[in-house]
Every structure is written in structure tokens, then in C-alpha cells.
């Protein structure tokens, strides 16, 4: 099965910026939505952010003004930019792309960010 490739994350105190990227393999022609997910210990994985092959974003009400997702389309490469980090973004990140023409959809293997209060 592939598996998008992710990196970044790690631990940062309150307030502070991190950042993510995640690449899909060499193969893979068109990814329509490239995302984050995310899950908290003990919760569901929720949607975080997603950006359309055109540029179109969308977020969780409680990253905007915080988060901002950007692309790479060439590279099939999507990047999230978390500023003023909160304990309740503390969660396993994954990536996310969907390809609408095959309805493929592919994730990463998950990466941790911690944010101390």
C-alpha cells in the first residue's frame, strides 16, 4: 500500500511554531486534495486543514489564524505551518491526499507534536 511520507513535528512549548510536510512517492500523477489529520489520545481523528490542486484552503474553526497549509504540486508535497501552539493541538498528525479520477485515497504513518504548557 503507499504511504505518504511525512516529516517534522516534535515537541515545542505553548505558543511556539512547528512545522509539517508530507510527500507522496514518485507514481502518483494528480492528488486533487492534499490534508492534515489529526488525533488526540483517547479521541477520534479529526480533519485539520486541506488545500484543493488549485490552491482552494479549508480548516478547522479552531487553527484558523494559526494553521496555514500551502502546497507543492509538482513535487505532490502539502506543508502545514502551525503557529501559536496550544496543549490542545498536542496529537498524532497525518497526511492526507485524495485523487479523484481512481478514488484513491492515501495517509501517512502519522507524526507526534507535543506542545508543553
Known amino acids: 500500500q503507499v504511504q505518504l511520507v511525512e516529516s517534522g513535528g516534535g515537541l515545542v512549548q505553548a505558543g511556539g511554531s512547528l512545522g509539517l510536510s508530507c510527500a507522496a512517492p514518485?507514481?502518483?500523477?494528480?492528488?486533487?486534495?492534499m490534508g492534515w489529520y489529526r488525533q488526540a489520545q483517547g479521541k477520534e481523528r479529526e480533519f485539520v486543514a486541506t488545500?484543493?490542486?488549485?490552491?482552494?484552503?479549508k480548516y478547522v474553526a479552531s487553527v484558523k489564524g494559526r494553521f496555514t497549509i500551502s502546497r507543492d504540486n509538482p513535487r505532490n508535497t502539502v506543508y502545514l505551518q502551525m503557529n501559536t501552539l496550544k496543549p490542545d493541538d498536542n496529537a498524532v498528525y497525518y497526511c492526507?491526499?485524495?485523487?479523484?479520477?481512481?478514488?484513491?485515497?492515501?495517509w501517512g504513518q502519522g507524526t507526534q507534536v507535543t506542545v508543553s504548557s
Open positions: 492526507n491526499a485524495l485523487s479523484i479520477w481512481d478514488g484513491r485515497e492515501y
Open positions: 514518485g507514481g502518483i500523477s494528480r492528488l486533487d486534495f
Open positions: 488545500m484543493t490542486i488549485d490552491g482552494r484552503a
